[in-house]
């Protein structure tokens, strides 16, 4: 059972990440089309999961919305941050998110996930510093 996402909580996150809150109503947010609107941004809604738990939509909206999405879901899902974001939820627009608490065993695959992607630069980040340590022994001989 997912934990309870708050809309402000989602939205404080957001802001902090440099996006602009629209604070757009729930109806102007079921409304309204997301190229609408002269700004950038954002705006949250509360709802409620099939089992009766709170969760958050997060929509994009402006004149770039898409790259705005792409940013919500970039923001989110930070691991210090701990959201997991889905478009693919039923009753979503084409430019909300729902927004969750990730589980552990979604973390520890993103963490798995990084590690994998960043292992061939540690490699060779490994192997210059090597390198480098065998060059400087070998100068201070020298000296």
């Known amino acids: 059972m997912p934990r309870v996402t708050r809309s402000h909580t989602v939205a404080h996150h957001l802001v902090q990440g440099g996006l602009t809150d629209l604070k757009l ?8 089309r997301p190229g609408l609107y002269r700004e950038d941004g954002f705006a949250v809604r509360s709802v409620r999961a099939p089992d009766g738990t709170v969760l958050t ?6 004149p770039d919305w898409v790259m705005t999405m792409a940013q919500i879901r970039h923001r989110l899902e930070q691991p210090y941050i701990r959201y ?3 478009d693919d939820a ?5 430019q909300e998110l729902l927004v969750r608490w990730a589980t552990a065993e979604e973390l520890a695959a993103r963490k ?19 390198e480098q340590d065998a ?4 100068q201070a001989s020298l000296f």
Do not use: I
């Open 25 to 32: 109503s729930e109806a102007a947010q079921k409304k309204d």
């Open 57 to 62: 939509v997060a929509g994009a909206y402006g």
């Open 84 to 86: 997991t974001v889905t």
């Open 90 to 94: 039923p009753g979503l627009a084409d």
């Open 112 to 130: 798995q996930a990084t590690a994998a992607r960043q292992a061939p630069l540690v490699a060779l980040l490994r192997r210059q510093q090597a």
């Open 135 to 138: 060059e400087d022994s070998g």
